[in-house]
């Protein structure tokens, strides 16, 4: 089995010391084979923020890394790193790709930089990155958990997320699940969920393609009631005629408990 531990919008900068400690504890608990850090990794973009949130990502000794950049990891007040260097702060401490990728046997982890400096808040994803996606997930085999990867939400549920929701994501949704991606991970609203893409999409989306949005996992900036939380997805490649199964798990912070706890899993039955 693959286990990946999906965290979001850490934040860094207004993290909670107790929920930073519960969440190197279920990494270590839950062992997983590969973290992904979906945007929003800093609060300001300064540079003892990354040190610390890439000291924080090491302290988890786990042996992939996969990050993106959030809208909140460009410089918001200094201009010029704004527009000379927007992510002069980031490379330094996660490395200069932009869009990475994991890829493993049983696995296809694909990253897209949503941000984009001169839209401040809002993402983007552009035509080439779609279709550069699309390439990807067409070389995929069957036994690969295939995970598109983006900062702000590709789906909303809520009409009151649109305004928060990718610029170009209703046609990048289509496009990647007609292509074979099983998960859209993103963050940025700070609101956790789980949905099939198809209910939400017009025209209806070809084949199921899951949007699992993360909570921010460390900051005490939580919103719309949703306590800290991360996501666990467990993935079992399947033999030859049994159905594409994943399992995705929201982990909630439980601030009695000062744990991270199992709250809303799902059994997710996948396209083939
Ligand atoms: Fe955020
Ligand atoms: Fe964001």
Redesign the pocket.
Known sequence: MTVLLHI??T?FGTEEPPVVEALQRLAREQAPDAVILS??ITQRARSAQFAAARAFCDSLQVKHLLTLP???DIPLYNVAARMFSPYGGYKAAFGGNLEPELEFGDLLVIGVNTTRPHRHKDGEVSVKQVNRVVHRLREARREQLRVVVTHQPACVMRPEDEKDRLHGGEVAVQAWARAGADLVLG????LPYVSDVCSLVQPAAPRSLYCVQAG?AL?H?VRHGSPNSVNVIRWTAPVEGAPRLCRVERWDFDLAECRFELTHPYDLTLGE
């Open positions: 979001s919008d934040h945007g929003d959030g809208n909140h963050g940025h609203i700070h921010t900051s900036r």
